[in-house]
């Protein structure tokens, strides 16, 4: 790039010139899978690149779920959805019950994140159904997203340098005035905070609440991240299991158990694959079954059933494993487009991996950090603005929400932002949850009264004690022939 053109490119972000963005059409009455009820939906021309405003364009897709009430208040609730790379939209029909007292009042906006869903999406093809040896084979990893990154580059929002957090939130703003509203109210998860505490940076003025759950901020690199915060919830599942008197009567040597599979990787196997029936014979590698692991770990009604799966794995039956990760992985709507993740953390994690404290995992390692090193080297990078990183004062009250179990999101990344937000921010820790909390048990009523109080004083004295009860889900035990016969 000609330091030129570089200039203006970095000029343009750091001084929030996102271009003049078209009158945006009228809402339009329509249908999204899912809700049963029909919303109102909407298009906004945004320029792809910032200091380009006259040059190529992308069309930014948005959904207004109106509120029920007559009289609706005027603040509406923003959802910026995780990944990075989920579709917002995509998520609504999930989300919607959670935030039906918000909804009665307030509408509810379901913006794709420019690179999702329907706004210059940047997908690639879905490899579920793939054998599982190419699932295992990094290489093969690498070249699917080099041959992915190849067809994307093709397309007329092809620059990959465009997708960051920064300029996604300009977006977001100019949605919200396309909409004419004032102030408005941020729901984000995972990722979606990092989204949000951009929002906020740049537009501290706009926001009158936030609720983040499941914390992830700017300053954290998240493929180191990944090892930390994974070998942390792993090690808290063999202390929980090992506590627990059924789990240690079932599984006496869990732990060791899971040292010695690890030990014995690689391995051909046999395993009948989770989603086609099909078995197939590969060999099998330590990070394939890391992987199966962690995902598993994310929700613990899943991270419940990980002792029985390792103890079966360790005895070569490896079903349990397999089936538990894809039942994370396979609902449609949490699948990232990985173009767009992919163009969000090399520009803004890799960078900061070298520089990072989070030590590995002793069994995760450095394998999910040596994968995106290795797509990285080659992937186009925006480059984030000045500040991007730092966290100013907030001038709005912000709930932050922490799973204690969580392998990506943990209170510790929660509890570094919210003293860097200051006075008008709270965190809040339920034990025994896992990746995201306003789904579990009252969380959906703690959201409700933060951001329906009438002050930021009431919302951040709002009371959460409801959530302190939330169990760990005991180990699930198969039922076998044998046990089946004492009943």
């Not at 330091?3 to 249908?31: D, E, F, I, T, Y």
């Not at 021309?45 to 992308?58: H, K, Q, V």
């Amino acid at each position: 790039m000609a330091p030129a053109v570089l200039v203006r490119r970095v000029l343009a972000v750091w001084l929030g010139l996102a271009g003049v963005a078209s009158a945006a059409p009228a809402l339009q009455p329509c249908r999204v899978d899912g809700i049963r009820n029909g919303v109102q939906c909407g298009t906004l021309t945004r320029p792809l690149d910032p200091a380009r405003p006259d040059g190529t364009s992308i069309a930014i897709h948005y959904v207004v779920v109106p509120a029920l009430a007559r009289r609706k208040l005027p603040d509406p609730v923003f959802l910026l959805a995780g990944g990075p790379g989920q579709s917002a939209i995509a998520l609504a029909p999930a989300v919607l019950p959670l935030l039906d007292r918000l909804n009665n009042r307030r509408d509810l906006v379901f913006v794709d994140q420019r690179g999702t869903g329907r706004s210059a999406p940047l997908t690639c093809p879905d490899t579920r159904r793939a054998p599982l040896a190419e699932q295992a084979d990094a290489d093969r990893q690498v070249a699917h997203l080099a041959a992915c990154k190849a067809a994307l580059q093709q397309k007329p929002w092809g620059d990959l340098r465009d997708y960051t957090t920064s300029i996604a939130m300009q977006d977001l703003d100019a949605v919200r005035r396309a909409l004419g509203m004032d102030r408005i109210n941020l729901l984000g998860a995972s990722y979606g905070t990092r989204a949000a505490l951009e929002y906020q940076r740049q537009f501290p003025d706009a926001v009158r609440r936030s609720v983040l759950d499941g914390v992830a901020p700017p300053d954290m690199a998240l493929p180191a991240a990944f090892s930390t915060d994974g070998q942390a919830a792993l090690d808290a599942l063999f202390a929980a299991c090992a506590g627990t008197p059924a789990c240690a009567a079932a599984h006496p040597a869990l732990h060791a158990r899971w040292e010695a599979l690890l030990a014995a990787m690689p391995k051909p196997v046999a395993v009948r694959h989770p989603v086609t029936g099909a078995v197939e014979r590969f060999t099998l590698t330590r990070s394939m079954v890391l992987d199966a692991v962690r995902g598993a770990l994310y929700v613990p009604a899943l991270a419940a059933a990980l002792p029985a799966a390792i103890d079966a794995a360790a005895d070569d039956r490896y079903e349990g494993l397999f089936g538990l990760n894809t039942a994370y992985a396979s609902r449609p709507e949490t699948l990232p487009a990985l173009g767009m993740h992919f163009s969000v953390v090399c520009a803004e994690d890799l960078p900061r991996m070298a520089a990072s404290s989070d030590p590995p995992g002793a069994d995760f390692g450095s394998a999910a950090g040596d994968l995106y090193r290795r797509v990285c080297a080659d992937w186009p990078r925006g480059i984030p603005p000045a500040g991007f990183y730092d966290l100013p004062t907030s001038r709005a009250a912000v709930l932050l929400l922490s799973g204690g179990d969580d392998p990506a999101t943990p209170p510790r990344h929660a509890e570094r932002v919210a003293r860097r937000l200051g006075p008008l921010a709270r965190s809040i820790v339920v034990p025994h949850a896992g990746h995201g909390v306003m789904g579990l048990g009252c969380a959906r009523d703690v959201i409700y009264r933060f951001i329906d109080a009438g002050d930021d004083r009431a919302a951040l004295a709002v009371d959460a004690s409801c959530l302190d009860g939330v169990p760990r889900p005991p180990a699930f035990e198969p039922i076998t022939a044998a046990a089946a016969d004492t009943r």
